[in-house]
């Protein structure tokens, strides 16, 4: 028995004892001003995660989040920079990370591109499109207004860390109790069967991977309120971090199941680790040991999971 709520709530377990460990070395850490930091930071990786994970549980996978989220942020700096309107701005920035995301689909589906194949491409053109903007330079000084997203606060809250609870909110309903979120997982657990069941595929992952350019457009906006800065080489990595955070909190890379609490708990694991073990005072090498070791173990629990259902 108790095996099995170690294999089933293994992430969160894991999450609560990296806190009390860290906690009992270093008691700062476990302050109000710390959480409060910890769940800021984590606001745009975490977001792009659900993004992420909706896409791995179909089945696919999306290398280009990180420069859609450059080339997003890009575009609304430009446009804020030029004098129009915040929501015009945020509009058209939400909307260039969609049709990124749409183009990723419609590439996958109309024309059987292999996922990793398609957004690796996009992620070559949409890093390249961010660097056009501007001939490589970033765009800086924001309104206070649109500064208000990063530093302004909704009942006390954050509003980097009201939008994340609201997003994971959607997303946990879409999931669990929409046909949507059923269908999602019938195709990425058998195509075949999914199509002969008359789910029209081609539909849903071009929206599939439209919601997550989307989530990813959001994303940026959170990032460049927080730097005051629109940057072309932002979101390096942040594909990799949010794979990760899908992959620790429970979604198998061979699609068909996955968890968006679980995501939000992976997302938080991997913030935790950087955040507590940077107050510990441990090298930046030691904790990519650290965190590369803890996706690797993700993994590995996953795949003890997959054999006990069969």
Known sequence: MIKDVC?????????????????????????????????VQVAVISIISVGMTFVIISGGIDLSVGSVVAFSGMVLGYFLKSGHSIVLAIMLCMLVGFVCGVINGVIISAFKVPPFISTLGMMSVARGLALMVRGGRSISGFSDVFLCISNGTFLGIPWPIVIMFLIYLIAFV???????GHYICAIGGNK??????????KIYIILIYGACGLLSAIASIILTARLNSAQPIAGNSYELDAIAAAVIGGASLSGGRGSICGTLVGALILAVL?????ILNIPSYTQQVAIGSMI???????????????
């Open 7 to 39: 294999l089933k709530y293994g992430m969160q377990l894991t999450l609560v004892l990296i806190c009390i460990t860290i906690g009992a070395l270093q008691p700062v850490f476990l302050s109000l001003e710390n959480i409060s930091n910890i769940l």
């Open 174 to 180: 879409v999931s669990k109790y929409t046909y949507w």
């Open 192 to 201: 075949r069967a999914s199509w002969l069941s008359g789910i029209p595929i």
């Open 274 to 278: 950087k955040n507590g073990l940077s």
């Open 296 to 310: 690797v173990i993700a993994v590995v629990v996953d795949k003890v999971r997959e054999r006990k259902l069969i």
